[in-house]
């Protein structure tokens, strides 16, 4: 098979999905840092692929470029994928894709700007404590909706690691990560510690992050 290609900075939370996706697959690659302090998703060539300028980009081959993480996964699942991580089977790989959206969509989204910006990539003297604490109780709440699941399943979806661990375990490193207050879910922590165990997840999504961090 070809080498993928890659461009996308390794400290971009997207980014790291995708290549722990990669890595989960064992599929080669070439990666290419682009955006924030390495820059080029500005440049002619660049936006030729990815009209957005944001990273990742994905390559495979001589095959057009994709972008947006989500297609990206799926499309690298629905290729080169197992029928246990991304099923054939149009209502197995439903229960699948819903926890992948529901993921992407509301823990990502309640945790990436509100929180994560909030705390690393905005200098202390312009925090504000209680914008954060609101990102924390949103939060909380679909947090709350995955403890209850893991309480039944040993992964996300089911009993199987899938695509959709992929999108809700990328950033339940940051998340135990930095300083905030927590609260104690059990299941997700076990969880959590089992994602750790797992070469590819430490390779490409325990990354230093000290890069985006702002200091007054």
């Known amino acids: ?72 996964v799926r499309y690298l699942a629905e290729r080169y994928g ?3 991580f991304w099923p054939k089977d149009p209502v197995a790989r439903a229960q699948v894709d819903k926890w992948a959206e529901w993921s992407k969509l509301n823990i990502g989204g309640a945790f990436t700007r509100p929180i994560f910006w909030s705390v690393v990539r905005t200098a202390p003297s312009k925090q504000d404590p209680n914008a954060i604490q609101e990102g924390i109780s949103r ?12 309480s039944r399943a040993q992964f996300i979806a089911g009993d199987r690691f899938t695509l959709a661990d992929i999108q809700f375990g990328h950033l339940l490193f940051r998340y135990f990560d930095i300083p905030i207050t927590r609260k104690d879910r059990p299941h997700l922590r076990r969880y959590y510690d089992m994602l750790t165990s797992r070469p590819a997840y430490r390779e490409h999504v325990t990354v230093d992050y000290g890069e985006l961090r702002v200091l007054d």
């Open 82 to 84: 197992t029928d246990e």
């Open 1 to 72: 098979m070809a080498v993928l290609e890659v461009w996308g900075r390794r400290t971009s939370s997207n980014v790291q999905a995708l290549m722990w996706c990669i890595g989960e697959l064992d599929l080669p690659y070439k990666r290419h840092n682009v955006g924030h302090r390495y820059g080029g998703n500005d440049t002619p060539e660049f936006l030729a692929m990815n009209p957005n300028g944001t990273v990742p980009v994905l390559r495979d081959g001589d095959g057009e470029p994709i972008w947006e993480t989500g297609a990206i």
């Open 139 to 150: 939060l909380n709440y679909f947090l709350d909706i995955a403890e209850v699941q893991l």
